[in-house]
């Protein structure tokens, strides 16, 4: 499988960073999770620093993913009436603005709750913010919305890439899977 | 013969600028508190260092600029007053796993003679904390600020020997145990004679 997209499916680089932060999101929201029912202590100290040094890391392979999207555009989709073209940009282009947002926004939160994030423990994030209640609180509100965006969007496109698969058979989610070459 | 007077103008500056002269060189020493000025303190925690601060303190200070020897320097902290922009953090730190405040109320600093470090001075005396007495050591500069003594200054401390952090708080891993102190005071003239 070559690097770069060829015209039926997306190359390695692409794919590698698609299921690396589907990977990772999951983890991700997964430990958010953990980390918000637990009562203020080591444990829960622990789980954050985890979720946001794991938030940084997505953060990067955004920047990254973004800018290999920019220099390397994407295979054709195959036929399929304009609607289902326009749902599948929008909702693209969301994930995008998400895989910036959420990160930020969590980033900016840390700042305001004065607890600053660090990247595994190794290198310290600069504070854009100072701490402020209300503006944690607000941002607070924002990544927990984003989260649960980003978890709607997620299953739509899951369904709507298992639509084409399996109900249209328009081979669409071979172009995002490493095996058989059409 | 204008050069000499110019050589001899200049080098006047430059020794005054050695010696940090053209400050006015304070003196007595004084009193404040938080009104008067902001002791603050950073830790680390899981790899980022935050800061946090101390709402309530006393500091009494006796100087004498010809005299360092002779100084003193007080200071109390009510530790209940540790304020770290989350009420949930500050509740722990309180608690008997940290400052134990419900037991031990105050940390107290006291040292006595000043050595002249740089342009400014070290002050080793013994901080009490969690009613642990061990050796530490304040480094503070003075400048004078109308009727106003700015004394501003830092201390790098260990928690643990203190027992500050007990239990799963002990291990060093998410919790440092640096602690940096950050004072930056403007102390009022102490009444006369009030010294004990």
Redesign the interface.
Same mark, same amino acid.
């Given at each position: 499988m070559p690097a770069r997209n060829t015209a039926v499916r997306y190359g390695f680089v692409a794919q590698g960073l698609h299921w690396l932060i589907v990977v990772l999101l999951m983890v991700q929201v997964t430990l958010g999770k953990i980390a918000d029912e637990l009562p203020? *202590? @080591?444990e829960r100290?622990?789980m954050? !620093?985890r979720h946001?040094s794991v938030g940084i890391t997505i953060l990067g392979l955004a920047v990254i993913r973004l800018g290999w999207r920019l220099f390397n555009r994407p295979p054709p989709p195959p036929p399929m009436p304009a609607w289902q073209l326009t749902a599948a940009r929008l909702t693209h282009g969301a994930f995008y603005v998400l895989l910036f947002a959420l990160p930020v926004t969590g980033w900016l939160m840390s700042s305001a !709750?004065?607890? +600053? !994030?660090?990247w595994? *423990? @190794?290198v310290? @994030?600069p504070d854009f913010v100072a +701490?402020?209640?209300g503006l944690e609180h607000l941002l607070e509100e924002i990544h927990e919305t984003l989260v649960k965006v980003l978890i709607v969007l997620a299953i739509v496109h899951v369904l709507a890439a298992l639509k084409h698969q399996f109900i249209d058979r328009d081979g669409l989610l071979l172009r995002m899977l490493p095996w058989r070459t059409r | 013969m204008a050069y000499p007077l110019i050589a001899r103008i200049l080098l006047a500056g430059l020794a005054c600028a050695a010696a940090g002269a053209p400050r006015a060189p304070p003196a007595g020493g004084g009193e404040g508190d938080q009104r008067v000025g902001s002791l603050r303190f950073t830790a680390i925690q899981a790899g980022a260092k935050f800061t946090g601060a101390f709402r309530r303190f006393e500091v009494r200070f006796e100087f004498d600029v010809k005299n360092p020897g002779q100084g003193r320097l007080h200071v109390i902290v009510p530790t209940a007053s540790v304020d770290t922009a989350d009420p949930e953090r500050d509740q722990i730190i309180r608690s008997a796993d940290f400052f134990w405040t419900e037991k031990y109320a105050d940390a107290v600093f006291h040292a006595e003679g000043f050595e002249p470090d740089g342009r400014g001075f070290l002050a080793r005396g013994e901080l009490t904390l969690r009613g642990i007495t061990r050796p530490a050591t304040a480094r503070f500069e003075l400048k004078q600020s109308g009727k106003r003594l700015a004394m501003k200054g830092t201390a790098q401390l260990r928690r643990l020997p203190f027992g500050i952090g007990q239990g799963e708080w002990e291990s060093t891993e998410w919790i440092g145990d640096e602690v940096g102190v950050l004072f930056d005071l403007k102390l009022r003239p102490a009444p006369a004679a009030a010294s004990p």
């Open positions: 203020l *202590g @080591l100290l622990v954050m !620093a946001k !709750a004065n607890y +600053p !994030a660090s595994f *423990g @190794l310290q @994030l +701490p402020d209640e | -």
